[in-house]
């Protein structure tokens, strides 16, 4: 690559591997709401990721999505499969405080995302 005289190159300019601002989607309306970033953003994405299907979509790649909607014992895979699913996202370093409730067929899981831009715990039925 050549640069122009003077230009400068900022090694740190290239190191969020994952865009953070996004458009906010408003899922209860349909459409979107303007624009997210950050803590915000990651949150979104974390609802996303436990939404979609892992490998049922052409779109995404096998890296997203999660397997929660596989046959097999999901009560055994299920933190696993959050934790892979989540950890594809490099804005998240790390999730914990699993909590899992269910109530006749319906599941829902509590669980804290811990970010580059804080933390924060997210609820959602699975």
């Known amino acids: 690559m050549i640069l122009p005289t003077g230009a400068v190159i900022d090694e740190a300019a290239g ?10 989607l408003d899922l209860a309306a349909g459409r979107i709401a303007g624009v997210i970033d950050e803590l915000d ?13 892992r ?6 790649s096998a890296n997203y999505g999660s397997e929660s909607n596989r ?4 009560s055994i895979e299920l933190k696993r ?9 490099d804005r998240i370093n790390e999730v ?21 831009f804080g ?4 609820e959602r039925g699975i």
């Open 96 to 116: 914990s405080d699993f909590a899992f409730g269910i109530v006749g067929d319906a599941a829902t899981v509590a669980l804290t995302v811990h970010s580059i």
């Open 55 to 60: 490998f049922a979509h052409f779109i995404y």
């Open 81 to 89: 499969w959050l934790t892979e699913a989540l950890l594809q996202d």
């Open 15 to 24: 190191t969020e591997a994952q865009p953070s601002r996004t458009y906010k």
């Open 41 to 53: 953003a990651v949150r979104q994405a974390v609802y996303k990721i436990l939404d979609t299907e």
């Open 71 to 74: 046959s097999g014992d999901a």
């Open 119 to 122: 933390s924060a715990t997210i």
